[in-house]
């Protein structure tokens, strides 16, 4: 005869009459790897890791990069970066202070106000819960302060931005380097480099004492083919010609 087994909840009659049937093995969950480690992650404070993510809004109008360090479930550090939508900048200014402090699971259920945010936060969660994090083969994982390191020495995120048409060939706007500001064509008007000034390091070099001017120059620099002497016969502005 099977021993009594009490659930304490409701059951339907179909299934309150049904014998019990003992359950055999059970191992708990799959280990994940996490900072180095494997761990069979029951609870929210099991969960240590540090990942991105990428979200974007309903209308796709935007997106949103998301990164995270957690350590025992709890948010420690998080990077918004957004493109694409201006409401998105403000929503992301309210998530980097929303987020640090709680864990994965709340930030999980929190209005962080931008759908593209919030979608970042839903892919995260679910590299972390399956324990494809970045730090997931990383020794003791990575310090608070990994997220701001990736946007390197001119804390700014890196972004592109390119423009293209059949009538008028392609335009540089913004490159991993700094805004452009022209771009040099060859004698078959083809593009072979291109002009920019780092805004990141122009706004230091003010912020130490120089006028603008010489912060400008300072901070500007050229990628390519750029001089005449390598086949530079052109220059024009991205944004006007």
């Not at 919030?118 to 590299?127: G, I």
């Not at 335009?171 to 000034?197: C, S």
């Amino acid at each position: 005869m099977s021993k009594e087994f009490n659930c304490p909840y409701a059951m339907s009659q179909e299934v309150e009459h049904m014998c019990h049937v003992a359950q055999g093995p059970n191992h708990g969950p799959a280990p994940i790897p996490e900072e180095g480690k494997w761990v069979q992650a029951k609870e929210v404070k099991d969960i240590s890791a540090f990942t991105h993510g990428i979200g974007w809004c309903a209308p796709q109008q935007g997106a949103c990069k998301l990164s995270l360090n957690v350590k025992d479930g709890v948010i420690q550090e998080a990077l918004v970066e957004t493109i694409g939508c201006s409401g998105m900048t403000h929503s992301a200014a309210m998530a980097a202070e929303i987020l640090p402090g709680k864990t994965v699971l709340e930030a999980l259920n929190t209005d962080l106000v931008c759908d593209a945010i919030n979608t970042a936060m839903r892919e995260l969660f679910l590299q972390i819960a399956y324990g494809r994090s970045q730090s997931a083969f990383s020794e003791g994982g990575l310090v608070i302060g990994a997220g701001l390191e990736d946007l390197g020495k001119g804390t700014r995120s890196q972004v592109g931005t390119m423009y293209g048409t059949v009538a008028k060939g392609v335009r540089y706007l913004e490159m991993a380097e700094g805004y452009v500001t022209r771009m040099a064509l060859d004698a078959d008007d083809q593009v072979i480099g291109y002009e920019f000034v780092n805004l990141g390091k122009m706004t230091d070099f003010i912020k130490k004492g120089d006028d603008p001017n010489t912060a400008y120059n300072k901070a500007m620099g050229h990628y390519g083919r750029f001089t005449e002497e390598d086949g530079a016969v052109k220059y024009i502005d991205p944004r006007k010609n």
